[in-house]
């Protein structure tokens, strides 16, 4: 089993950067895939972005692309987001993701992928 806790989360002024990180415990996320997801109020969960084994990268095509990036550190079995020019439209509940994947450069955009999740850190965008 892997357990994951997000953290970083916070109030944040419009055009601002937060870095939210992902610790997992229970097992190494060496041979997972791992991915970011974020849930508005009133709104389904979406796809932010995920990355691969071997670090391959994907972000969501939509309004974080260019603006977020997802890393890993095996070593310290973390992963972290990175999201600088925060919009108001970014407030939700960000959730972290893992999945032991299915080859080396596997992920996936799809929840139903993971079966490990974390109980989500909050973003709130606001001036």
């Known amino acids: 089993q892997v357990q994951l806790v997000e953290s970083g989360g916070g109030l944040v002024q419009p055009g601002a950067s937060l870095r939210l990180s992902c610790a997992a415990s229970?097992?190494?996320?060496?041979?997972?895939?791992m991915a970011w997801f974020r849930q508005a109020p009133g709104k389904e969960r979406e796809f932010v972005a995920a990355?691969?084994?071997?670090?391959?990268?994907?972000t969501d095509t939509g309004s974080v692309k260019g603006r977020f990036t997802i890393s890993r550190d095996n070593a310290e079995n973390t992963v972290y987001l990175q999201m600088n020019s925060l919009k108001p439209e970014d407030t939700a509940v960000y959730y972290c993701?893992?999945?032991?994947?299915?080859?080396?450069?596997?992920?996936?955009?799809?929840?139903?992928?993971?079966?490990?999740w974390g109980p989500g850190t909050q973003v709130t965008v606001s001036s």
């Open positions: 990355i691969s084994w071997n670090g391959e990268t994907t």
């Open positions: 229970g097992r190494t996320i060496t041979n997972y895939a």
């Open positions: 993701a893992a999945q032991l994947a299915r080859g080396r450069s596997w992920y996936s955009p799809n929840s139903f992928d993971y079966n490990y």
